[in-house]
Structures are given as structure tokens and as C-alpha cells.
């Protein structure tokens, strides 16, 4: 199989972290005869440095036009004082706008290698943390009109959160068939008690239960949402969301099984063109260390390889290379405990990880 991939090392900790997924599917493409081809995309921090713009319309279309996009992470406080519409997050929504990927897949899953890493008690974690948050990706808040005005000698900020019945219905149609595929428990969440755009969510959802009458559908507002996942996250199989609280929800699911760091995700729309990203940030504070767990983002190229290559061998051998890191005891420092295993780096963590590629 031949691929191009457009590949965006990003800013803080993204180069560091995305090097080491390169040469995971390097090693992919030499042991299962694939040829990965990258081309390279300014993107965040490092694209308005270099060209004014976090992401220059040539870059856009270079992912638009590849197989998939590997992104590892924007963002930083160099650009601060950016104005908004020139920020490096900026960059990062205006791609996943541009390549339409409106669903965005994160799983939060413990790594039973890791359980002693998590913050929640033990009894909770052995009823066991295996979940997915299908997030909306380019819709709501983070999409509407935003703006600064001056009323009666002050200044008022304004962002707007709009949802179309046609843009709740195609994600809440990624919830119901994902579903489909795992536990077919269905939690819907949303603030329909205080939002209108909530309770067209709600409506929306209901409407198409009656297509998957296989699927248990719940609702749950947006706040009870984030307790439970702290109270019992074993309740939860898939959880349909809105951007905003998609966003939120999946930083807290990240934090229970252990680390951020661990964390990949998929994003997709019509075609089989999409963005894989580990979902934590550019970690400023420690780029350039050597010192990043680069398993989110290794993890985010083996979700490439199942979901926009169809390739699960590859990716089931990529998911057990890690696994089998983990068992050896090999640790970067956001998943070492201080006394159990072996802490490690960035780039040897890779090295260990290919080793048990073969
Ligand atoms: C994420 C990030 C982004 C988001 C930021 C960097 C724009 O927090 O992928 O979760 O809010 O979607
Ligand atoms: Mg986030």
C-alpha cells in the first residue's frame, strides 16, 4: 500500500513527539511491504513565525490533498499576545474546518499496566475505565461568531453557540453506529436544562433512537457528566457530545486512566482522508527535554492505520508494541510512580516500542 502522509510537527513538545510515530510507521511500512510517503506542514506557533499566518492556505491544501494527516501539537506562550483570529489554535481549527472532520474519536481507556497511575481510588478503577468520547469537532462555540465590543464604556466580549439539525444528526449518527460496535450503551450529553441548542441536541438524539432500537440511549446533563466520571466511569460505553463540552469531558477522561500523555485520537468526516492527533497540548514547559511521553501520539498513527488505511493488523501490532513496552516497565515521567519501572525519555521510549515491533 502506498500513502502520503502530511505531517504537522507543531509547536513545544510536537516535533519531539511525532518523530518518534515517523519512525513507528517506518517500521510498519518495512515489515508489512507499505510505502509511507510525509509531506511536511507548517501549522500553529511555527507557521505564523514563518509565514504570518498559523495556517498559510497552501499548507491546508497539502493536507487536504494527502491520504491522512499526523499532527502532534500547537500552541505555546510565545504567542500569547497574538490576536485571536492569527492564534496557533486558530490553525488547528481552521484544518479541522477545512478538512471537514466533524467527529472526533477519544478514547478513555486504563491501561492496566498504568491502573496504580490514576487518581481514582482502586475500587473504582478495577470496575474497570474503558470508554469513548465522540466529540463534535466544527460546530458550536468554538466555530461561531466571536467579538469584542464597547457598551456603555465597557468592554463585552460575545461568542455565539450555534447547532443546525443536520450538524447534531451526523454526529449523533457517528454516537449510535460507534455504539453499535462496542457495549451499544449511548450517553448523550448536554445542558438542555439552561441551552436551547441542548435541547434541539436532546431532540435530535431522541429521533434517531428509533433508528437503532438495538442502542440504549440516556441523557445526561453536561455538569453531572463530569461528576460521574470521576463517581463511576464504569457506567459509561460512548458518550456523544458538543465541541465545548466534548472538549472539557475528554481532558478529565484522559486525567482518570492515568495520563494525558497516553491519549490519541481520530478525526473524521465524509472521506477516509483524516487527522490523528494525541489529544494533550504542546507541553512548552518541557519541550526540547526529551522527557514527552510520545505514546499518545503513536497511539494517534495507529488509529490512522485501522481507520483511514484499514489496516488493523498493523495497528493491532503497533497497540501491542506498546502494551508490551508498558509490561517491561519502561516509563516517561508523566506515567512513572517514583519507584516501580524504569523512567525513560521520549526518544527511548521509541526505541523500546520499535524494539517490540520486531
Ligand atoms: C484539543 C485542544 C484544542 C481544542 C485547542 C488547542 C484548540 O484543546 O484538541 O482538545 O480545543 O479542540
Ligand atoms: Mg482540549
Given at each position: 500500500m502506498k500513502r502520503n502522509i502530511a505531517v504537522i510537527r507543531g509547536d513545544g513538545i510536537g516535533p519531539e513527539i511525532v518523530n518518534q510515530a515517523l519512525r513507528v510507521l517506518d517500521r510498519v511500512a518495512r515489515l508489512y511491504g507499505h510505502e509511507f510517503t510525509y509531506t511536511d506542514v507548517d501549522m500553529g506557533g511555527c507557521a505564523i513565525d514563518k509565514w504570518g499566518d498559523p495556517l498559510p492556505e497552501e499548507m491546508l491544501q497539502r493536507c487536504v490533498s494527502s491520504d491522512s494527516v499526523l499532527l502532534g501539537a500547537v500552541g505555546g506562550p510565545r504567542w500569547n499576545e497574538v490576536p485571536g483570529p492569527m492564534r496557533p489554535e486558530k490553525g488547528l481549527l481552521r484544518l479541522r474546518a477545512g478538512m471537514g472532520v466533524y467527529s472526533n474519536n477519544r478514547p478513555a481507556k486504563i491501561w492496566p499496566q498504568l491502573a496504580a497511575a490514576s487518581p481514582l481510588k482502586p475500587e473504582i478503577v478495577d470496575k474497570g475505565i474503558d470508554f469513548l468520547i465522540v466529540r463534535e469537532l466544527i460546530g458550536g462555540i468554538y466555530f461561531g461568531n466571536h467579538d469584542t465590543v464597547t457598551e456603555n464604556g465597557e468592554k463585552v466580549a460575545i461568542d455565539t453557540l450555534r447547532y443546525s439539525e443536520s450538524e447534531i444528526r451526523r454526529i449523533g449518527r457517528i454516537g449510535f453506529e460507534?455504539?453499535?460496535?462496542?457495549?451499544?450503551?449511548?450517553?448523550?450529553?448536554?445542558?438542555?436544562?439552561?441551552?436551547?441548542?441542548?435541547?434541539?441536541?436532546?431532540?435530535?438524539?431522541?429521533?434517531?433512537?428509533?433508528?437503532?432500537?438495538?442502542?440504549?440511549?440516556?441523557?445526561?446533563?453536561?455538569?453531572?457528566?463530569?461528576?460521574?466520571?470521576?463517581?463511576?466511569?464504569?457506567?459509561?460505553?460512548?458518550?456523544?457530545?458538543?465541541?465545548?463540552?466534548?472538549?472539557?469531558?475528554?481532558?478529565?477522561?484522559?486525567?482518570?486512566?492515568?495520563?494525558?500523555?497516553?491519549?490519541?485520537?481520530?478525526?473524521?468526516?465524509?472521506?477516509?482522508?483524516?487527522?490523528?492527533?494525541?489529544?494533550?497540548?504542546?507541553?512548552?514547559?518541557?519541550?526540547?527535554?526529551?522527557?514527552?511521553?510520545?505514546?499518545?501520539?503513536?497511539?494517534?498513527?495507529?488509529?490512522?492505520?485501522?481507520?483511514?488505511?484499514?489496516?488493523?493488523?498493523?495497528?493491532?501490532?503497533?497497540?501491542?508494541?506498546?502494551?508490551?513496552?508498558?509490561?517491561?516497565?519502561?516509563?516517561?515521567?508523566?506515567?512513572?510512580?517514583?519507584?516501580?519501572?524504569?523512567?525513560?525519555?521520549?526518544?527511548?521510549?521509541?526505541d523500546r516500542i520499535l524494539e517490540n515491533l520486531g
Open positions: 460507534t455504539a453499535r460496535k462496542r457495549r451499544r450503551q449511548l450517553c448523550s450529553v448536554e445542558k438542555s436544562n439552561v441551552l436551547d441548542s441542548s435541547r434541539l441536541w436532546k431532540k435530535i438524539m431522541h429521533e434517531l433512537a428509533e433508528e437503532y432500537p438495538d442502542v440504549t440511549l440516556s441523557d445526561m446533563l453536561v455538569d453531572n457528566c463530569a461528576m460521574q466520571i470521576v463517581k463511576d466511569p464504569s457506567q459509561f460505553d460512548v458518550i456523544v457530545t458538543e465541541n465545548m463540552f466534548g472538549d472539557i469531558l475528554s481532558d478529565e477522561a484522559s486525567m482518570i486512566t492515568g495520563s494525558i500523555g497516553m491519549i490519541p485520537s481520530s478525526s473524521l468526516g465524509q472521506t477516509t482522508c483524516g487527522l490523528y492527533e494525541p489529544i494533550h497540548g504542546s507541553a512548552p514547559d518541557i519541550a526540547g527535554k526529551d522527557i514527552a511521553n510520545p505514546i499518545g501520539t503513536i497511539l494517534s498513527a495507529a488509529m490512522m492505520l485501522r481507520y483511514s488505511f484499514d489496516l488493523p493488523k498493523e495497528a493491532d501490532a503497533v497497540e501491542a508494541a506498546v502494551s508490551a513496552t508498558l509490561d517491561a516497565g519502561w516509563r516517561t515521567a508523566d506515567i512513572y510512580d517514583g519507584e516501580n519501572g524504569k523512567k525513560t525519555g521520549c526518544a527511548e521510549m521509541g
